[in-house]
């Protein structure tokens, strides 16, 4: 694949952002009342004095109770604002009922049909205290749990705003997953409220959530109330006493709602995320800190401005949704666009043609979007008025420096710079990413947010310039996740004790001479297909969970699109039979056991894996035939006949 580390070593463009539009941004104007000259003066004086840049911003928000102290860092463990009074809430609609923007509108939403509604501020505000009642009535208390699995429709952010309002804590399911993952996190977060629809279609084609869920429910004891919100107008069975329609219980309740007074570090939400283990960690992001991190990256990377019009394309269900589509945009009072469907559906013009509609000037989506969007060629873009954007953003995964000079034409027309934004779901807000002020090298995420300090080490953990390495963090930020929900030993364990009290990111990446940075994807044995975090250990034990299958191994196979591909390699239990479909009928077992998103794109059968004498598997080796690597020492293996088998399959 072109981003391979020799084409970004090769990558020397460089682009200058325009003086008229630094002039006119959020940054400069702050930088100027703060006396910084420029870009690394920034950076310097933000790193040597993290108070002073944090406390300046989260003075913009407001605190029912100022906090003491910006922020304890006793690493692993950091407290930000500490004895703070705060609600992230507050912050995202109540203050603005009171000023400008009580009506404008928060979302615009559309949905894959076409069918458009919108929510004011005020309306949006009045919507979220209903359901914070509706909660309360149901018995949610400060510090429950409740988990949603909705589609991209407004209910879903008024449902979790509602939790964070009365101070419960929010777990949201992609809904591209199966009703499986919604069970395994209803019974590790012990929810006593579950929020569902009918369901939504996906490319026309209908997916019918409830009947999911329903085959789930049984199987979730702490479930004391179904909540269903009737979008899609499919049949479904409603069982009495728990399950509720969203309507009805809306119907008749106050428009009106304290907002719970929260201590800045009490939790907000869990979000679950794919590690190394089939077990899902459940990220622990916090009310004060994370709101602070959210509110400044999009008032300084997005540079949100009071007319703009932001739309972030990603889905609520992860956290780049969690983040800016939710919580960020409302925290900075803009308008913004929430789209329902795929983004070629009904034809590769769709979402150009609601940037021109809406008139989009800030856009957010994943390079295997953009990567698509290349296939389907510039026809599709040209039919549509694109001159509203002046902002681009990227995420999710490397950009390859031709996917981002065709972003930056095409659909930029030379004018927008793109803010290649590198975080994760434990970061809760970008961590290494441009200002709309920097110099831009196509392929490369800039350098670090101010008081950010990245690096890339080697296995002894000593910085590396111009060379690959473990992109690791040495510094606290506001929104940093705090824990793993209700497994604080994995927590120090996966994150902070490869290099003692570092953050590890799984990443591997390569800073130049000029202190950018080049992620090159995960080291670990996490995928990443099309922007999301998959872990090679959920599809093998999904795999193996068939009863034909004996072992499996899963390995990223590079495309062209995705990024990356789901490939495994089988071995098939002694005297099972090879049915005609059996190819076909695992891929359809792993959908069912995970969801469509970790759907593998080939399935190989072997009659062994690489092993170890102690017979651990050498997935390395898979990987190295695979990706087309030398396979490195193997001295190891036992059985190194199935090396060339694969490499028989592999041809
Ligand atoms: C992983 C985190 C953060 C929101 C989306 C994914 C990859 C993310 C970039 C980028 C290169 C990136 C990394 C990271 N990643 N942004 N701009 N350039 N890689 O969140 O599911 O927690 O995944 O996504 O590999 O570790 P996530």
């Not at 809760?428 to 110099?439: A, E, N, R």
């Not at 004790?497 to 000029?514: C, H, P, Q």
Request: with cysteine; glycine share 8%; aromatic share 10%.
């Amino acid at each position: 694949m072109s981003r391979d580390l020799d084409t970004l070593l090769k990558e020397k463009r460089i682009f200058k952002p325009s003086k008229i539009l630094t002039d006119e941004t959020n940054i400069k104007k702050w930088m100027e009342t703060q006396d910084v000259h420029d870009y690394d003066e920034l950076l310097e004086r933000a790193s040597e004095n993290p108070e002073w840049f944090w406390n300046d911003l989260a003075r913009e928000l407001e605190w029912f109770k100022p906090y003491r102290k910006t922020f304890e860092w006793n690493p692993p463990h950091a407290k930000w604002f500490l004895e703070g009074k705060f609600n992230i809430i507050h912050n995202a609609l109540d203050r603005h009922i009171k000023g400008p923007n009580r009506e404008k509108i928060a979302y615009l939403w559309e949905g894959e049909s076409g069918e458009v509604r919108s929510l004011t501020y005020i309306e949006l505000y009045k919507e979220v205290n209903k359901f914070a009642n509706v909660l309360r009535g149901f018995g949610v208390e400060k510090g429950d749990t409740v988990s949603i699995y909705l589609p991209m429709i407004l209910e879903l952010p008024i449902a979790m705003l509602a939790c964070a309002k009365i101070g419960a804590i929010h777990s949201v399911v992609f809904s591209g997953f199966w009703a499986k993952a919604f069970k395994d996190r209803i019974n590790d977060s012990g929810s006593k409220i579950a929020i569902t629809a009918d369901g939504f279609t996906r490319r026309g084609k209908i997916i019918n959530l409830k009947e999911n869920v329903d085959k789930i429910m049984d199987k979730t004891p702490s479930i004391e109330k179904l909540i269903v919100i009737n979008h899609a107008d499919l049949p479904v069975e409603m069982h009495s006493p728990t399950d509720v329609w969203w309507h009805e219980i809306m119907e008749n309740s106050d428009t009106e709602c304290k907002t719970e007074e929260m201590d800045s570090e009490d939790p907000l939400f869990i979000l679950y995320t794919s590690g190394t283990t089939g077990k899902p960690k459940g990220v622990v992001h916090v009310h004060a800190g994370y709101a602070v991190g959210v509110y400044t990256t999009m008032k300084f990377v997005f540079d949100i401005q009071e007319e703009d019009v932001w739309w972030c394309a990603a889905d609520i269900g992860w956290i780049t949704g969690h983040s800016y589509i939710v919580y960020a945009p409302l925290l900075i009072g803009a308008t913004s666009l929430i789209y329902e469907g795929t983004p070629d559906f009904p034809d590769p013009g769709r979402i150009w043609g609601m940037v021109e509609k809406y008139g989009v000037s800030v856009f957010y989506t994943a390079p295997t979007t953009v990567r698509m969007f290349m296939k389907f060629g510039e026809k599709w873009p040209e039919k549509y008025d694109l001159s509203s954007l002046r902002l681009l953003g990227s995420v999710g995964e490397p950009i390859n420096p031709e996917a981002w000079i065709w972003y930056y034409n095409t659909i930029g027309k030379g004018k927008c710079p793109i803010m290649d934004t590198w975080w994760q779901t434990e970061t809760g807000m970008h961590l290494i990413t441009p200002l709309p002020i920097s110099k831009l090298k196509p392929g490369s995420a800039v350098k670090p947010f101010p008081t950010v300090i990245a690096d890339v080490v080697d296995d002894d953990g000593k910085s590396v310039v111009g060379g690959g390495g473990h992109l690791v963090i040495k510094s606290t930020w506001p929104s940093m996740f705090r824990t793993l929900y209700k497994d604080p030993d994995r927590y120090v364990e996966a994150y902070w004790s490869t290099f003692k009290n570092i953050y590890l990111s799984g990443d591997v990446a390569r800073k130049d001479e000029d202190g950018y940075f080049w992620i090159q994807g995960r080291e670990d044995d996490v995928l990443n297909v099309a922007g999301h975090r998959i872990s090679t250990a959920e599809v093998e034990s999904a795999l193996v969970s068939h009863p034909g299958v004996a072992e499996a191994a899963v390995v990223g196979k590079p495309d062209e699109i995705k990024g990356e591909e789901i490939c495994a390699f089988i071995v098939l239990k002694e005297n099972y039979k090879l049915e005609e479909n059996l190819k076909e009928a695992l891929i359809n077992h792993v959908r069912m056991e995970i969801g469509p998103i970790a759907t593998p794109a080939c399935v190989n059968w072997v009659s062994d894996l690489p092993k170890t004498r102690s017979g651990k598997i050498m997935r390395r080796v898979i990987k190295a035939k695979v990706k087309g690597y030398p396979v490195g020492d193997i001295s190891t293996l036992a059985n190194p006949e199935v090396v060339d088998e694969i490499d028989k399959l592999i041809d």
